[in-house]
């Protein structure tokens, strides 16, 4: 307030103090829910999960879905195009069954199973072993030991099919010149030699998965235990069988069930080396179900022989995930 002239102004500690400010109007937003934010943060990982379950579906479910379908049709490259296919039934299953042909792809494919598995698990968890000690060169030899897994099967085919031939093959060259053959064998052209050539070949590029898994398993066996079992008076084979086996047996059942899985598929290996011959002698159910669907036009009785091997994968799937599970279990229970 102004003062007149003459007037003594107003300085009292009531007028001197500043004119408090109006109070503002504070908006307070009203909290969400926690059922709200919790379904956004579930609609949000189904969002997240979308292209996943696209790809499966798009790569894997249609085509699976196809295949049985065509294995209970009676297709021609004429129909195959238009979905038109008159309905087989059960006739495909007849024929592939009724096939010797078929039947010997199906029994060939568990023999080489078995056998590469066999071979892989021996020389794997040999060289696993011996990378476990210590000596010049280790790390050199483990990086070494990646090599033929990181080639295509395709080539790896190939590549032993030169090693392989009759003539000028470096198998025959060596076991001529140790003395072990004295003329050239004919590895290729034999029914039984080309059986056992696929199955060496396939081994060879198998070995070093098991050597990278099992080597990985060793360097978790505790040192103590093993020097316990050495105070004890255990020997080198007693402290593997009954300290270092028992304590990554996990692991070895997983690695022959993954194993498995990956041999009973070999495809492109047996087409670069021997391409199913000769005679057949080499025929695989994945190799004999390509013959008949695009070499011999049988699409039905091709998807049927296919559906063999789906038949594995359900077997070998739900096997595969209590194997893991049975395993973890044993896992922490030996942690705590």
Same mark, same amino acid.
Request: with cysteine.
């Given at each position: 307030?102004?003062?007149?002239?003459?007037?003594?102004?107003?300085?009292?500690?009531?007028?001197?103090?500043?004119?408090?400010?109006?109070?503002?109007?504070?908006?307070?937003?009203?909290?969400?829910?926690?059922?709200?934010?919790?379904?956004? #943060?579930?609609?949000?990982? /189904?969002?997240?999960?979308?292209?996943?379950?696209?790809?499966?579906?798009?790569?894997?479910?249609?085509?699976?879905?196809? *295949?049985?379908?065509?294995?209970?049709?009676?297709?021609?490259?004429?129909?195959?195009?238009?979905?038109?296919?008159?309905?087989?039934?059960?006739? *495909?299953?007849? #024929?592939?069954?009724?096939?010797?042909?078929?039947?010997?792809?199906?029994?060939?494919?568990?023999?080489?199973?078995?056998?590469?598995?066999?071979? #892989?698990?021996?020389?794997?968890?040999?060289?696993?072993?011996?990378?476990?000690? &210590?000596?010049?060169?280790?790390?050199?030899? &483990?990086?070494?030991?990646?090599?033929?897994?990181?080639?295509?099967?395709?080539?790896?085919?190939?590549?032993?099919? +030169?090693?392989?031939?009759?003539?000028?093959?470096?198998?025959?060259?060596?076991?001529?010149?140790?003395?072990?053959?004295?003329?050239?064998?004919?590895? $290729?052209?034999?029914?039984?030699?080309?059986?056992?050539?696929?199955?060496?070949?396939?081994? /060879?590029?198998?070995?070093?998965?098991?050597?990278?898994?099992?080597?990985?398993?060793?360097?978790?066996?505790?040192?103590?235990?093993?020097?316990?079992?050495?105070?004890?008076?255990?020997?080198? /084979?007693?402290?593997?069988?009954?300290?270092?086996?028992?304590?990554?047996?996990?692991?070895?059942?997983?690695?022959?069930?993954?194993?498995?899985?990956?041999?009973?598929?070999? +495809?492109?290996?047996?087409?670069? $080396?021997?391409?199913?011959?000769?005679?057949?002698?080499?025929?695989?159910?994945?190799? /004999?179900?390509?013959?008949?669907?695009?070499?011999?036009?049988?699409?039905?009785?091709?998807?049927?022989?296919? *559906?063999? $091997?789906?038949?594995?994968? $359900?077997?070998?799937?739900?096997?595969?995930?209590?194997?893991?599970?049975?395993?973890? #279990?044993?896992?922490?229970?030996?942690?705590?």
């Amino acid at each position: 307030m102004m003062s007149l002239p003459g007037e003594v102004p107003d300085v009292s500690p009531a007028a001197r103090e500043p004119r408090a400010a109006p109070d503002r109007v504070t908006r307070v937003r009203p909290r969400r829910s926690g059922a709200g934010i919790e379904r956004r #943060q579930r609609l949000a990982g /189904w969002l997240f999960l979308v292209p996943a379950i696209a790809y499966v579906l798009f790569a894997f479910a249609v085509p699976t879905l196809y *295949n049985i379908v065509l294995s209970f049709e009676k297709s021609s490259p004429a129909v195959i195009g238009n979905f038109t296919a008159p309905f087989a039934g059960v006739g *495909n299953y007849r #024929q592939v069954f009724a096939d010797p042909t078929s039947t010997s792809a199906i029994l060939r494919t568990l023999t080489f199973t078995a056998g590469s598995l066999l071979g #892989q698990f021996v020389i794997g968890f040999a060289i696993a072993l011996l990378f476990n000690l &210590r000596f010049p060169g280790r790390s050199f030899g &483990r990086a070494l030991i990646i090599v033929p897994w990181l080639l295509p099967l395709i080539v790896t085919g190939v590549i032993f099919k +030169f090693l392989f031939q009759l003539e000028g093959g470096a198998v025959n060259q060596v076991l001529m010149a140790v003395g072990l053959a004295s003329h050239p064998i004919d590895w $290729l052209d034999n029914p039984h030699l080309g059986f056992l050539s696929i199955l060496i070949a396939n081994i /060879w590029l198998g070995v070093p998965f098991f050597v990278v898994l099992l080597y990985s398993a060793l360097q978790d066996v505790p040192v103590q235990l093993k020097e316990a079992a050495h105070l004890d008076g255990a020997g080198p /084979w007693q402290r593997l069988r009954y300290v270092v086996v028992p304590i990554i047996l996990p692991v070895i059942e997983v690695v022959l069930l993954l194993g498995f899985v990956f041999t009973v598929k070999v +495809f492109d290996l047996v087409i670069g $080396l021997t391409d199913g011959g000769p005679a057949n002698s080499t025929q695989l159910i994945t190799t /004999w179900s390509y013959n008949l669907s695009f070499q011999q036009f049988s699409f039905g009785a091709g998807a049927a022989l296919n *559906n063999v $091997l789906l038949m594995l994968a $359900l077997v070998c799937a739900p096997l595969y995930l209590f194997v893991s599970r049975h395993s973890l #279990q044993r896992s922490v229970g030996s942690d705590r």
